[in-house]
């Protein structure tokens, strides 16, 4: 297949244009505009429909009327904007309408930098909106993983019927890597049974709601999403394990950290220290079962993030706070250096 070198925010855009992507609704915000502004030149090209919105509120209710038709529908934003976009999310998870988020993240809270950030992971895993849901969160930690998550994302999106967003940072939003594209399948899945689409008194009327004046109707409705959500948990977690077989040290990173950390881990062994990384592909539903065979002979965890520690207590809780798991991390758009890291592996009580 043809490499083509390509800014990530860019290699995003194609990725999702070949995904079936038809309908993109956006506005402007550092660190992702490149992303909008391709899907400005491509998608009428591609059949598509992009709108640039007045706010980030209007373009995620755009995104839910489109995809509430069936068709592919994705929005872009960048930290705060995403938080602007939370309620449109809320509400897109209690009508069941699939449709794919991108945050490339930045500095914050508030206004905050223009650099790169993972701050948001909270947000993402637990608070992305109101009520009692969940969305599905991929984190790339490289351009060629972005192009290949998108597809997954909308994929998984479309079987379970969920939101799902790929979490992002400036870091990989800005950076050029050659990435191939992969064949995607020109058919995409079946949403007639619920999609507002049309029904010209050939089915029954089909309404997208998530207003639900009795409370037992509404409890009913979560409590049959949240079983849903215990088949997502175990069939659709991801991670990578690297040389994890015999550490007595697991780092734990995603995204763009994760490249940080693997360099860090390579020069420890480099030096007899025998380290190993746990890198999270999905980040909800966290990959429980994988962090546990990673961290089988580690004697204590090390979570390295862009974060004063958001993803920490997902580690703790994943393996039962069986080990210590300490925490080393840069925030505020700094990123952590391979020596940075390193130090903190040589303060290990395997580190001889």
């Known amino acids: 297949m043809e490499r083509n070198l390509m800014k990530g925010n860019e290699a995003l855009a194609e990725a999702a244009i070949r995904a079936g992507c038809k309908c993109f609704f956006g506005y402007p915000i550092t660190p992702q505009t490149e992303l909008a502004a391709y899907m400005a030149k491509r998608m009428h090209k591609a059949g598509g429909v992009f709108l640039q919105a007045e706010s980030e509120i209007a373009a995620i209710n755009m995104v839910l009327g489109a995809a509430s038709t069936g068709v592919r529908a994705m929005t872009s934003s960048s930290s705060p904007g995403v938080s602007l976009?939370?309620?449109g999310i809320s509400y897109l998870a209690g009508s069941d309408v699939p449709a794919l988020i991108i945050n490339v993240q930045r500095g914050g809270p508030g206004l905050g930098g223009i650099q790169p950030s993972q701050a948001d992971y909270w947000q993402a895993t637990r608070a992305m909106g109101h009520g009692d849901f969940h969305i599905l969160v991929f984190a790339p930690s490289s351009v060629q993983e972005m192009v290949d998550m998108v597809t997954k994302a909308f994929d998984t999106a479309d079987k379970y019927r969920m939101p799902a967003m790929i979490l992002a940072d400036g870091l990989l939003g800005q950076m050029m890597e050659p990435v191939t594209f992969p064949e995607t399948s020109a058919e995409l899945p079946d949403k007639s049974s619920w999609a507002a689409d049309g029904h010209k008194f050939k089915r029954e009327h089909h309404i997208i709601n998530s207003l639900y004046l009795q409370p037992d109707g509404l409890e009913k409705t979560v409590v049959e999403r949240f079983k849903r959500y215990e088949i997502v948990k175990e069939?659709?977690?991801?991670?990578?394990?690297?040389?994890?077989?015999?550490?007595?040290?697991?780092?734990?990173?995603?995204?763009?950290?994760?490249?940080?950390?693997?360099?860090?881990?390579?020069?420890?062994?480099e030096m007899?220290?025998?380290?190993?990384?746990?890198?999270?592909?999905?980040?909800?539903?966290?990959?429980?079962?994988?962090?546990?065979?990673?961290?089988?002979?580690?004697?204590?965890?090390?979570?390295?993030?862009?974060?004063m520690g958001q993803m920490i207590d997902d580690v703790k809780l994943a393996i039962n706070c069986s080990k210590p798991v300490r925490f080393f991390g840069r925030t505020g758009g700094v990123i952590p250096t391979p020596a940075e890291v390193l130090e903190e592996i040589k303060k290990s009580g395997g580190a001889k």
Request: charged share 25%; net charge negative; aromatic share 6%.
């Open 235 to 269: 069939n659709e977690t991801d991670a990578e394990l690297y040389l994890t077989d015999d550490c007595d040290i697991l780092l734990c990173a995603y995204g763009a950290t994760a490249r940080v950390v693997k360099s860090a881990v390579n020069e420890a062994r």
């Open 85 to 87: 976009k939370a309620e």
């Open 272 to 307: 007899g220290i025998k380290a190993g990384m746990f890198r999270p592909k999905t980040l909800w539903p966290f990959p429980v079962k994988e962090i546990n065979k990673a961290c089988a002979t580690a004697s204590e965890l090390l979570c390295v993030e862009m974060s």
